[in-house]
């Protein structure tokens, strides 16, 4: 069964540090683009990162840029989203998510977690 | 950056109308245009990618068209399974969501 699993969420205080993990099963997680998307409570999507298959090619949605780190590992069927200097807007359910496309840039996502909750508060 | 604006907001439909959900980018954006669903506490599913390709499995009453600026979500016959928020989100450029359209059974 092709599977997405998040952890690492949690309630931190504004400035801190976080770090997300996304195990993948079920497919050769090296052969396929990945992204983080993420919900505030009650709000619409938001794309935040995307990594290619190698990672050597990596983009950032503005609202994140500077702060948040992707990356993966390819041998241990895993991608990351390092969280550093949390706000309270970056309050939200993250998703990590399957790219459907291989060219390069985030396309669609067509494989998702089930998610991991985020809360920034003091 | 490219703006996404879809309608309506919420939707009352009744189980077998017609239901239809439009997407407009502020510009063009070819075919770059996908469709999902997302029920209460689920993670969103992928519906219709590249704007009218309907995404293996899923039932024939969903479809998409449209192309550049206006673009179509269509439930043929709703069914009470469909109770969901649906959002569109472009990829030409970094990808963007629209803001959702909640649909719920009349």
């Known amino acids: 069964e092709v599977q997405l699993v998040e952890s690492g969420g949690g309630l931190v205080q504004p400035g801190g540090s976080l770090r997300l993990s996304c195990a993948a099963s079920g497919f050769t997680f090296s052969s396929y683009e990945m992204n983080w998307v993420r919900q505030a409570p009650g709000k619409g999507l938001e794309w935040v990162s995307y990594i290619s298959s190698s990672g050597s090619t990596i983009y950032y949605a503005d609202s994140v840029k500077g702060r948040f780190t992707i990356s993966r590992d390819n041998a241990k069927n895993s991608l990351y989203l390092q969280m550093n200097s949390l706000r309270a807007e970056d309050t939200a359910v993250y998703y990590c998510?399957?790219?459907?496309?291989?060219?390069?840039?985030?396309?669609?996502?067509?494989?998702w977690g089930q998610g991991t909750m985020v809360t920034v508060s003091s | 950056d490219i703006q996404m604006t879809q309608s309506p907001s919420s939707l009352s439909a009744s189980v077998g109308d017609r239901v239809t959900i439009t997407c407009q980018a502020s510009?063009?954006?070819?075919?770059?245009l996908n469709w999902y669903q997302q029920k209460p506490g689920k993670a969103p599913k992928l519906l219709i990618y590249d704007a009218s390709n309907l995404e293996t499995g899923v039932p024939s009453r969903f479809s998409g068209s449209g192309s550049g600026t206006d673009f179509t979500f269509t439930i043929s016959s709703l069914q009470p399974e469909d109770i969901a928020t649906y959002y569109c989100q472009q990829y030409d450029n970094l990808p963007r969501f629209g803001q959702g359209t909640r649909l719920e059974i009349k």
């Open positions: 510009q063009d954006i070819s075919n770059y």
């Open positions: 998510a399957r790219d459907l496309g291989q060219q390069l840039v985030p396309r669609a996502f067509d494989i």
